[in-house]
């Protein structure tokens, strides 16, 4: 009896080791094949992507500060390296949208590509001798600006569950957003009553917008924090220089190629969460 109880034992607990790594592998299945449930279990910073990661982070700083540098000693004009730098944003906005899984993460990435073109486009015109307050480039502002708006709005609903604070929140934040552009519009309107100074408020509006899509939903940090981060920074960089197309400063020139690393890192860890899904 003891010799049966003895042989049984050790097959009872087989048995039970399959089991629960079948149960482990059918887990992992639907973790990663239920876009609803991958919501809940974002995609971990895998040991390769993290070394990728810091080496384009190394390599950006250092290449922003050698930049820098030599448009100093007038080696070059500012807008071909914040172009540059565009450039590259454009092919990471191009593979997000060829990769992308998600209608949403598509839609974000066609709107990031029309962002890049537009900067690209401001930064171009920088390069020429042209007044800043240009229509041109207050034209480009405002659509550069609305451009990163809808990706941004398009990329954070893509793999977050929308709460109830979410929904209140795309409800309020176009209603205050109005209120606050036209309000400044009207308080300065003895200083200079245009259409472009409205355009100009609008953009800035539009980009404090672009921040608190991120940072004001907590369902956005609990599920892809990285992501928050990276893209929210941004508008907060950009708006800190006051437009980045006024290139004239070492500091303008230098954070705003940090303000463009940022958002190239935010699409590579969009690119890992598409090609791990």
Same mark, same amino acid.
């Given at each position: 009896?003891?010799?049966?109880?003895?042989?049984?034992?050790?097959?009872?607990?087989?048995?039970?080791?399959?089991?629960?790594?079948?149960?482990?592998?059918?887990?992992?299945?639907?973790?990663?094949?239920?876009?609803?449930?991958?919501?809940? %279990?974002?995609?971990?910073?895998?040991?390769?992507?993290?070394?990728?990661?810091? @080496?384009? @982070?190394?390599?950006?700083?250092?290449?922003?500060?050698?930049?820098?540098?030599?448009? @100093?000693?007038?080696?070059?004009?500012?807008?071909?390296?914040?172009? &540059?730098?565009?450039?590259? +944003?454009? *092919?990471?906005?191009?593979?997000?949208?060829?990769?992308?899984?998600?209608? !949403?993460?598509?839609?974000?990435?066609?709107?990031?590509?029309?962002?890049?073109?537009?900067?690209?486009?401001?930064?171009?015109?920088? /390069?020429?001798? $042209?007044?800043?307050?240009? /229509?041109?480039?207050?034209?480009?502002? /405002?659509?550069?600006?609305? &451009?990163?708006? *809808?990706?941004?709005?398009?990329?954070s609903i893509a793999r977050t569950?929308?709460?109830?604070?979410?929904?209140?929140? %795309?409800?309020? &934040?176009?209603?205050?957003?109005?209120?606050? &552009?036209?309000?400044?519009?009207?308080?300065?309107?003895?200083?200079?009553?245009?259409?472009?100074? @409205?355009?100009?408020?609008?953009?800035?509006?539009?980009?404090?917008?672009?921040?608190?899509? !991120? !940072?004001?939903?907590?369902?956005? !940090?609990?599920?892809?924090?990285?992501?928050?981060?990276?893209?929210?920074?941004?508008?907060? $960089?950009?708006?800190?220089?006051?437009?980045?197309? +006024?290139? +004239?400063?070492?500091?303008?020139?230098?954070?705003?190629?940090?303000?463009?690393?940022? $958002?190239?890192?935010?699409?590579?860890?969009?690119?890992?969460?598409?090609?791990?899904?």
């Amino acid at each position: 009896m003891a010799d049966n109880l003895t042989q049984s034992d050790p097959n009872h607990h087989k048995d039970l080791a399959v089991q629960a790594e079948d149960a482990h592998d059918h887990q992992t299945t639907v973790v990663t094949s239920d876009p609803q449930l991958a919501t809940r %279990f974002p995609i971990i910073w895998t040991p390769r992507f993290i070394i990728i990661f810091f @080496l384009v @982070l190394v390599i950006g700083l250092s290449s922003a500060s050698i930049l820098t540098r030599g448009w @100093l000693n007038g080696y070059y004009p500012a807008g071909w390296v914040l172009m &540059a730098y565009t450039v590259v +944003n454009l *092919g990471g906005w191009i593979a997000v949208s060829i990769c992308a899984r998600s209608p !949403w993460v598509r839609f974000g990435g066609i709107f990031g590509c029309l962002w890049a073109i537009l900067m690209g486009i401001t930064f171009a015109v920088a /390069v020429f001798p $042209i007044d800043p307050s240009s /229509v041109i480039l207050i034209h480009a502002t /405002v659509a550069a600006s609305s &451009a990163l708006l *809808g990706s941004f709005i398009c990329l954070s609903i893509a793999r977050t569950p929308l709460r109830r604070w979410d929904r209140v929140f %795309f409800i309020l &934040a176009p209603i205050i957003g109005a209120i606050v &552009a036209f309000s400044i519009f009207f308080i300065t309107r003895g200083a200079a009553h245009s259409v472009f100074l @409205l355009e100009a408020y609008t953009a800035t509006v539009e980009l404090w917008v672009c921040t608190a899509i !991120w !940072w004001v939903r907590l369902s956005c !940090w609990r599920t892809q924090a990285g992501l928050t981060f990276l893209l929210g920074i941004a508008p907060v $960089i950009q708006l800190t220089l006051m437009q980045p197309v +006024n290139s +004239n400063t070492e500091r303008v020139v230098f954070f705003s190629q940090v303000m463009l690393l940022s $958002i190239l890192l935010g699409t590579l860890r969009i690119l890992q969460c598409e090609l791990r899904h």
